[in-house]
């Protein structure tokens, strides 16, 4: 059964980067089934894609974003990570991974990770 | 991008029928996901493609889809179902991009 789980700082200053990283366990992200997401949710306000990426590190970001945004992956790690730069209050949110599958018939996010709060505050 | 609505708050009593809708014009061409989530807890998928259901997902829990607007049926609804509940799809301006719904808040009497 595939897992997610995300980690990184709680915590990042304003103008500085926000780095996390999501561990895939109970199957390979070099798996050619599947894309590795990143998607967001300020407190009390709805989801935001952020972006995904493909074990080949194909990535994909949402255009509100694209200009700060970082997405890779470390196959020997079985590892994705997001690099946000720039980081203001308006990036406070919970940060979750999750996978999405690459037949539409089977189109969503089927698992997430558990999620992490990160605070942008000096 | 493409922008998908829905109505922020719905009720329904219980055990009666509640549909959750979402509008947009990306979903004339691709299926919308639905996902629960509860306070404090991640999302989870409730219904994908066409109309399925994710193992573990009860079978009161339905999906369809007419022109632009997506709908979560849920069949005699129980008190644990009262969550929010958003809707997704593929982008319309570039089906490698995902949009998320503004949310639902289903509340049951």
């Known amino acids: 059964q595939l897992q997610l789980q995300e980690s990184g700082p709680g915590l990042v200053k304003p103008s500085e980067t926000l780095s996390l990283t999501c561990t895939v366990s109970g199957g390979s992200i070099s798996s050619n089934s599947y894309y590795w997401g990143w998607i967001r949710q300020p407190p009390g306000k709805a989801l935001e894609w952020i972006g995904s990426i493909f074990y080949t590190g194909t990535t994909y970001y949402n255009p509100s974003l694209k200009a700060r945004v970082t997405i890779s992956v470390d196959t020997s790690k079985n590892q994705f990570s997001l690099n946000l730069n720039s980081v203001t209050a308006a990036d406070t949110a919970v940060y979750y991974c999750?996978?999405?599958?690459?037949?539409?018939?089977?189109?969503?996010?089927?698992?997430w990770g558990q999620g992490t709060m990160v605070t942008v505050s000096s | 991008s493409s922008e998908l609505t829905q109505d922020p708050g719905v009720s329904v009593a219980l055990g009666q029928t509640v549909r959750i809708t979402c509008q947009g014009d990306s979903l004339r061409i691709y299926y919308a996901s639905w996902y629960q989530q509860k306070p404090g807890q991640a999302p989870v998928l409730v219904i994908y493609g066409k109309n399925n259901r994710p193992s573990g997902i009860p079978d009161r829990f339905s999906g369809s889809s007419s022109g632009n607007t997506a709908s979560l049926t849920i069949a005699g609804a129980q008190a644990e179902d009262e969550a929010d509940y958003y809707c997704s799809s593929r982008d319309s301006s570039d089906d490698h991009h995902w949009v998320f719904g503004g949310g639902t808040k289903l509340t049951v009497l």
């Open positions: 999750a996978s999405h599958e690459l037949l539409r018939v089977r189109d969503g996010f089927h698992i």
